[in-house]
């Protein structure tokens, strides 16, 4: 009886360890035009489960049914789409870009740059796409989320060139840990765009499925990719 219920504790402790969920929040500064703005971002993963919230919009992304939700909380309406439509647009316009001649050619840098950003002592790595972005991002070991649940983010969002660069560099990059802060500043048409992004929230928690819905209300309109993804 002994070993039955110790053996019926190891399941309980299993599965909450594989439940684990993870919020965040990240405050973002912006600088273009001359105009500084503000914002908090809010995100909750768990599983293969992905919500990403800032003042305007939500984002949800599941990543066992493949699909993807882009709400306007303004409007109240959403559109959905695979995760293999939202790869295409996104490469779709980094092809574009290629064709106007912007140089994206994808490199990282590691570096031996330690900062302390708030309480967490971190990496310096500079991530480029030529000409066009240059991101400094500040890597912790302080962050404890799974590097799995990461790069299928990075996997989803980022442009083919460089998340194949990251992937390839992903065993030095995941022993640095999770982004505490990056500076991102883009190039376009001789106007300059800077992000400025703080993790000042992290907790591991268990994040309830409602998370990870729509919330009523809203309105789904059909979804057309202006790169004729399908």
């Known amino acids: 009886m002994k070993k039955i219920i110790l053996g019926f504790v190891a ?3 299993m599965a909450i360890s594989l439940r684990a969920g993870y919020y965040l929040e990240q405050k973002e500064i912006s600088y273009k035009n001359g105009t500084k703005k503000e914002r908090i971002t809010r995100i909750w993963m768990e599983g293969k489960s992905l919500r990403i919230e800032n003042p305007s919009a939500i984002t949800i992304i599941n990543y066992g049914t493949q699909t993807a939700y882009f709400a306007n909380k303004r409007r109240k309406t959403y559109y959905k789409m695979t995760v293999s439509q939202l790869k295409q647009m996104i490469n779709a316009m980094v092809a ?3 064709q106007m001649g912007t140089n994206l050619t994808p490199k990282i840098i590691i570096t031996n740059q330690k ?6 002592n971190c990496t310096v790595v500079n991530l480029e796409m030529g000409n066009f972005q240059k991101i400094e991002q500040c890597l912790s070991p302080q962050v404890k989320i799974p590097p799995d ?6 996997g989803i969002l980022l442009p083919e060139d460089l998340y194949k660069e990251m992937k390839a560099r992903r065993k030095s990059l995941s022993k640095l840990g999770f982004p505490v802060y990056s500076r991102s500043t883009i190039n376009m048409m001789g106007r300059e765009a800077v992000t400025e992004t703080y993790l000042i929230k992290y907790q591991e928690t268990p994040i309830p ?4 819905t729509i919330p009523s209300g809203y309105q789904e309109k059909q ?3 202006p790169f004729g993804a399908r």
């Not at 900062?115 to 967490?120: A, E, V």
């Not at 499925?209 to 990870?212: T, V």
């Open 115 to 120: 900062k302390k950003i708030g309480q967490y």
């Open 149 to 154: 649940a990461f790069y299928n983010l990075l």
């Open 11 to 13: 399941l309980i402790f």
């Open 223 to 225: 979804f057309r990719s």
């Open 209 to 212: 499925p409602s998370e990870f």
């Open 96 to 98: 574009m870009m290629k």
